[in-house]
């Protein structure tokens, strides 16, 4: 006895996906040691291949403590909106953007995240294990595909009686052997952690428990000095002239959504992965307005 089983194939025609208005979108990611700096330019609609360009012509308005202290009319050279306002903690601050065809957009109100105060950073090397020299012209040029370890215990003096919420990477800098200039070039270094102050896993890059950034939040420390573990494994082509660093964020509610979304978009591991909706606290369009603090400081 045969069973036949038969089945169909349902196509839907580009037709019938909705085409979005185009929206405007508003980017500012703001320091304390920085004026506040917003990108404005707007959305596309998803089958939509046009270049996404700047919009260089709105009306800007940043406002603190809900009062509106700074109108940018133009943009500069660089194409963005540069205010004359430096954030400073305890005020709230948002911004509005007009622009004719447009519908005007606002953010919610957003602050400062805690000072971030970064004690000792102990770095000990692992293991350091050359497998292949790499030379040009039959002369070795200094660089080695290595594998090197070490393990980082990062200090964060954590300010009482608030939620804080920290972010860690680790950059190299080291000249690129396939290019001719041999100018440093800085790219992201996997790690693994397994610290109890870990957030979610959505910033996983890879399989396993390797990394590119790390969340972490006080909710077992708050108040207290606190020591973040974690071990870097490098396995790339370097040179022996290679510097590592620690690049340490302090994050708002706000600003942790935006980095983790954007984090999660995008893993090269899966074919199957959808791409996930970048986080957004803007009305009426799309961006980020939120604040932030980094600190980056060398290991080796």
């Known amino acids: 006895m045969m069973l036949l089983v038969a089945g169909c194939t349902e196509y839907e025609s580009i037709e019938d996906f909705p085409i979005a208005e185009p929206a405007l979108v508003a980017n500012s ?13 707007r959305s596309l609609s998803i089958l939509d291949n046009a270049e996404i360009k700047p919009i260089t012509d709105a009306t800007v308005v940043i406002y603190k403590d809900g009062l509106a202290v700074d109108t940018i009319r133009e943009s500069n050279e660089s194409q963005a909106y540069v205010s004359a306002i430096f954030p400073e903690s305890g005020h709230r601050y948002s911004v509005r953007v007009f622009r004719s065809g447009y519908d005007t ?18 770095a000990v090397p692992v ?86 950034v790390a969340y972490f939040d006080d909710r077992n420390f708050d108040g207290k000095q606190y020591q973040f573990k974690f071990r870097i494994e490098d396995n790339e082509w370097t040179t022996f002239a290679a510097k590592y660093r620690v690049l340490v964020r302090s994050l708002t509610e706000t600003s942790y959504k935006y980095f983790r979304s954007l984090n999660s978009n995008y893993n090269e591991t899966s074919p199957f992965d959808e791409p996930a909706r970048v986080y957004t606290n803007i009305h009426n ?16």
């Open 29 to 41: 990611l703001f320091q304390a040691d920085s004026a506040i700096t917003v990108y404005v330019s």
């Open 105 to 122: 957009v606002t953010s919610t109100s957003e602050s400062l995240p805690a000072v971030l105060s970064v004690g000792k950073i102990t």
């Open 127 to 212: 293991d350091s294990t050359i497998t292949e020299l790499w030379y040009q012209d039959n002369v070795h040029d200094d660089s080695a595909f290595t594998y090197y370890s070490m393990d980082v215990a990062l200090t964060i003096n954590d300010p009482v009686n608030e939620h804080n919420i920290y972010s860690v990477m680790v950059l190299k800098e080291d000249s690129s052997i396939f290019s001719s200039d041999l100018r440093y070039q800085t790219s992201s270094v996997y790690f693994t952690s397994n610290d109890m102050s870990l957030l979610d896993n959505a910033d996983l890059e890879n399989s396993g428990s390797y990394r590119t």
């Open 285 to 300: 369009g799309f961006g980020i307005f939120a604040g932030y603090e980094r600190k980056s400081y060398r290991i080796r």
